[in-house]
Nanobody
């Protein structure tokens, strides 16, 4: 069973930047949309950004202008560059990929924004 592994999270000061990566642990084929979600403590998981197979992107309003999602189709990898991080960005960040007949989720990577 394919798993997704997120890396790049950590502790950062407000205004800082982080780049998240999401890589499959095994062979994976026919990926369509790829995306990032986040879940803050005590809150529901929420959409952050997504990118389609042809590179069309969509962002939640709270990260527009601060986040950039990108993908490397040759590596089946999706990235999330987060700039000007704010304390309210603190959350566990999860990637997901849409396959032909299912959606696969990663285990999450934590971003903590604090001074």
């Amino acid at each position: 069973q394919v798993q997704l592994v997120e890396t790049g999270g950590g502790l950062v000061q407000p205004g800082g930047s982080l780049r998240l990566s999401c890589v499959p642990s095994g062979s994976i084929f026919n990926i369509f949309d790829m995306g990032w979600y986040r879940q803050a403590p005590g809150k529901q998981r929420e959409f952050v950004a997504m990118i389609t197979l042809d590179g069309t992107t969509n962002y939640t309003d709270s990260v527009k202008g601060r986040a950039t999602i990108s993908r490397d189709n040759a590596k089946n990898t999706v990235y999330l560059q987060m700039n000007n991080l704010k304390p309210e960005d603190t959350a566990a960040y999860y990637c997901n990929v849409e396959l032909e007949d299912t959606v696969v989720w990663g285990q999450g990577t934590q971003i903590i924004v604090s001074s």
